[in-house]
């Protein structure tokens, strides 16, 4: 008989490749354009002072008439507390001596959990950063009593992924005033785009009423502006861009200036349009004095972006952004740039809200911190060696919030049909 691989398997050596190859994105787009944008600062909370109003006293008169009734400029604050966020890893001392070198493993244990648990934690900032600062991230329809977690017709792609998070995310469900009202701490093992459905560790009852939260983060400000307002997860660009909502404990309402220009269609979906797309940015430059500079959308909005170029025969130059990114450039005819001031750049980023695009003047838009990403050491150690097992913990922690310093600067296209 001759020699085969089927009967000489037994003394063939296994050839492991050194690098440790990863699957999973490690891109955070958002959360790179806004990083340079970080504001330090110490105390209870930051506050910044904003000019909401003109002085009403100006005016012409003839000869003799009476002059312009005085007036005044008009302030308001806005009020930022601090946002806690957090990343925890541990590992066994045995295994950190088993991956010790080459021979004993693809990569440092140790290193390879800490650079981990960092990236990981970013990650779910910048998911935040584009979400409802209420720790929502899908809902609920109708489930009986099953593991198979049944989500509303409305639920997105981009939700389902992001409830599965690169291997399962765990998750509490309930209400916004309740998020454990259902369950909580159970791991989503799988998901199913087409029937747009979870499959969770144990068997819960869910109506659409209910909400699922990454666990222990759901709960919405009470719009006091104090650092336990109830708000957990950072303000994200869904709360900020927005013509209604409380932010940063001022109501549009009030003060009309504090309101991002909305144009979308009362909730039905259309067709991308170039001379919508500028109406959105000139509107929100009409309105604030800003230039916005990057318009953000999921990628199937790009792609019926793109197949808007395609179909004019259009060229696509680009433009460089923050953090090695480039965009397609955008310009309305005739648009005029300030000196040293880039054209608008379109880009999609996998965690923005689907069927719509984000147009930002990303320069008011700020990374507060009383601390930036880092492991806790204040004792002289990274790794927590505590209770009886053969284990270390390590802890990542920052202290920040996303805040917005003049919230006319950006604008919403909204109801877009997605490719």
Request: with cysteine; charged share 20%; proline share 2%.
């Amino acid at each position: 008989m001759s020699a085969t691989f089927a009967n000489v398997q037994a003394a063939l050596k296994e050839d492991y490749q050194p690098v440790l190859r990863d699957q999973i994105n490690q891109q955070f787009f958002l959360f790179q354009q806004i990083e340079k944008n970080t504001t330090k600062f110490e105390g209870r909370r930051a506050i910044h002072a904003i000019h909401t109003t003109r002085n009403s006293g100006v005016g012409n008169r003839g000869t003799g008439g009476t002059l312009p009734t005085a007036g005044n400029q008009g302030y308001s604050q806005v009020k930022i507390p601090t946002r806690r966020v957090y990343g925890v890893g541990k590992i066994e001392r045995s295994l950190m001596k088993a991956m010790a070198s080459n021979k004993g493993s693809f990569t440092r244990g140790l290193s390879s959990e800490m650079d981990g648990v960092r990236k990981d934690t970013i990650r779910d900032v910048n998911r935040q950063y584009w979400g409802t600062s209420d720790g929502v991230i899908a809902a609920c329809d109708t489930t009986s009593a099953s593991t198979t977690v049944q989500l509303a017709s409305t639920t997105t792609e981009t939700q389902i992924l992001q409830l599965f998070a690169d291997g399962g995310m765990t998750v509490d469900i309930g209400t916004v005033a309740s998020p454990t009202a259902v369950d909580s701490a159970l791991t989503v093992s799988d998901y199913d785009l087409t029937n747009k459905t979870i499959t969770v560790s144990s068997a819960v009852t869910t109506t659409s009423s209910h909400r699922i939260f990454r666990s222990g983060n759901g709960g919405a400000t009470d719009d006091s502006g104090d650092e336990d307002d109830g708000q957990l997860e950072l303000t994200g660009l869904q709360t900020i861009v927005d013509d209604t909502a409380v932010l940063h404990t001022l109501d549009p309402a009030s003060v009309i200036t504090w309101a991002s220009y909305v144009n979308d269609n009362s909730g039905t979906n259309r067709a991308w349009s170039e001379t919508e797309a500028v109406k959105v940015c000139q509107t929100v430059e009409k309105r604030s004095g800003e230039f916005v500079d990057i318009g953000i959308s999921g990628d199937g909005v790009w792609r019926a972006i793109a197949a808007w170029y395609a179909s004019q025969r259009r060229q696509l130059d680009t433009v460089e952004l923050k953090g090695g990114y480039s965009g397609v450039k955008f310009s309305a005819s005739g648009e005029m740039l300030r000196p040293g001031q880039k054209p608008k750049a379109m880009v999609w980023e996998r965690d923005c809200p689907e069927n719509k695009q984000f147009w930002l003047s990303t320069n008011c838009l700020v990374k507060h911190e009383l601390s930036d990403f880092e492991f806790v050491d204040d004792d002289g150690n990274v790794l927590d060696r505590s209770g009886t097992t053969d284990d270390f913990e390590f802890r990542l922690a920052a202290y920040i919030e996303l805040g917005c310093v003049q919230r006319n600067a950006h604008g919403l296209y909204g109801d877009i049909t997605a490719a």
